[in-house]
């Protein structure tokens, strides 16, 4: 059937173009060589930053999987595993990075695997 082969045709260029579309205008991408280099050093720097205040002091184990996203700034994602401690745990580290406000222009999430308490801090 000609029109049905045509209409498939169709629906897989515009499945190509949305994701194509949705990885430029803001959808998760991940990050490797320089950008990823760039992310650590960014996580690095952030956790010091939340240890300097009241909150908990983390050093970045193994940094398994780091994306990054285009949302009015930036938010980076990273699986990380987190040492507190002397205790290892798997982590997820949200840093989302607004640098034109000249405060408040970066908020860090941090949820660990079974451990309740969420980090949730802005400076």
């Not at 300097?52 to 184990?61: L, N, Q, R, V």
């Not at 002397?86 to 000249?102: A, N």
């Amino acid at each position: 059937n000609k029109m049905a082969g045509s209409k498939l045709f169709y629906l897989t260029i515009f499945a190509v173009v949305c994701v194509s579309m949705s990885q430029i205008l803001g959808g998760p991408s991940e990050l490797s060589g320089d950008g990823l280099k760039k992310a650590i050093d960014n996580l690095d720097v952030a956790l010091a930053k939340l240890a300097t205040g009241d909150g908990p002091s983390y050093k970045a184990g193994k940094v398994i999987k780091v994306t990054t996203q285009v949302v009015a700034g930036s938010l980076d994602t990273y699986t990380v595993e987190l040492v507190k401690g002397g205790e290892t745990k798997q982590c997820t580290v949200k840093i989302w990075s607004q640098p034109w406000l000249s405060e408040n222009g970066t908020n860090i999430k941090i949820e660990c695997d079974g451990d309740d308490d969420k980090v949730d801090s802005t400076w």
